[in-house]
């Protein structure tokens, strides 16, 4: 009866929705309901932009991870790419209110853009995403270093996919370092991505040649990811049987064949609950 002065509300529920869905793994109803939320919000926007284009943005965003779990990237690259391009007008003006939103949608474009093989633009647009999180955790440490780390994180990744190695090495170094400051503090939140960024930090080590350091570093990324699948094996399982499939080519590579196998043999238990599931 009164769409003008419920449906913005609608679309922020809508929105919300989804997010739930997905973190439940409800991937294709995800979907529908974020595209439900950009439908309304689009038609708010075109009369309202000054007031809208905000949200429209950060749904899109959204939208574009719902595309890209299942697997639409062309699609996803176009949805991430509208919403950058909100988003850089609304920081013109508002630089303080909209940096945070907009370099996490770079971050993102910048995954799309790998995903597809761009990965000379995806390092600029992670090299963007990187400078504002960096200003940002200038001013607010305790805000945004987790989300400075993750692009950090990213930017190593492309750095290495353009063979820029030494270069790589130093980015993810740094990413680790501030994870674990974050891990120090809050484990149970932050022990994840710290994981994750250790385990490229061991390959970033290896690509170099420094085999023993990689070594170090992949048995504490497992020794991590160990836990975390120990307590929700549903999540962690399948990263925990990528880090020992890791751990064992780098005992291969040093010379320890029968630890090397008896990981691998473990990697390959773990690897099967997954496909199982």
Known sequence: ???????????RSLHGLSLCLSNLSHHERALEVIQEAVNLLRKLAADRPHVFNSDLAKSLRDLSVCLSNLGHRERALEVIQEAVNLQQKLAVDHPDVFNPDLAGSLHDLSCSLSDLGHHERALEVIQEAVNLRRKLAADRLDVFNHNLAGSLHNLSYCLSDLGHRE??????????????????????????????????????????????????????????????????????????????DELSRQLTNLGYSEQALEVLHEAAIIHGQCAAV
């Open 167 to 244: 270069c790589a090495l130093e980015v993810i170094q740094e990413a680790v370092n501030l994870q674990r400051k974050l891990a120090a503090d809050r484990s149970g939140v932050f022990n994840p991505d710290l994981a994750g960024s250790l385990h490229d930090l061991s390959l970033r080590l290896s690509d170099l040649g420094h085999r023993e350091r990689a070594l170090e570093v992949i048995q504490e990324a497992v020794a991590l990811r160990r836990k975390l699948a120990t307590d929700r094996p549903g999540i962690f399982n399948s990263v925990f049987a990528s880090s020992l």
């Open 1 to 11: 009866d009164h769409p003008d002065v419920f449906n913005p509300d609608l679309a």
